[in-house]
């Protein structure tokens, strides 16, 4: 029944990103190779951390976004009604998890301020 459960959920996620791909957000990110950190910045807003590339001379810039889905819960009875007016039945309930949806964009930036590379991970990273 886990496997069922497992089913819905990623039916869910599927309907709710529509044509959102994971190609798609490459492509994105692809388009800011070349451009200044400041056109980033404006258009991004501030990233939430940055560190120092391993090279030691570059400056990684880290964009995280995040959100959790719930499953509402559904429950099924099946039972029936006796001559007598009581009820014989049992029900089913399934449902009511929760799912993090998370995505780490990374922006390396050189010493001219201008983007080199990016990279990113996570179970989110889709784009229309």
């Not at 388009?31 to 090279?55: I, K």
């Not at 810039?61 to 099924?76: C, E, N, R, W």
Request: aromatic letters at 14%; a positive charge.
């Amino acid at each position: 029944m886990q496997i069922k459960r497992i089913l819905i959920l990623f039916t869910l996620m599927i309907s709710l990103t529509g044509c959102a791909t994971q190609a798609k957000y490459d492509r994105r990110l692809g388009t800011w190779v070349g451009h200044s950190v400041d056109e980033l910045f404006s258009r991004w807003g501030y990233p939430t951390s940055s560190f120092a590339a391993p090279n030691g001379e570059d400056t990684v810039y880290v964009y995280p976004t995040g959100t959790t889905v719930t499953i509402p819960s559904q429950t099924s009875y099946s039972g029936q009604v006796t001559p007598w007016g009581t009820y014989s039945g049992s029900g089913y309930t399934w449902g009511g998890q929760s799912i993090n949806l998370w995505c780490k964009t990374y922006f390396v930036v050189n010493k001219n301020k201008m983007i080199t590379s990016y990279s990113y991970e996570g179970n989110a990273c889709v784009s229309r």
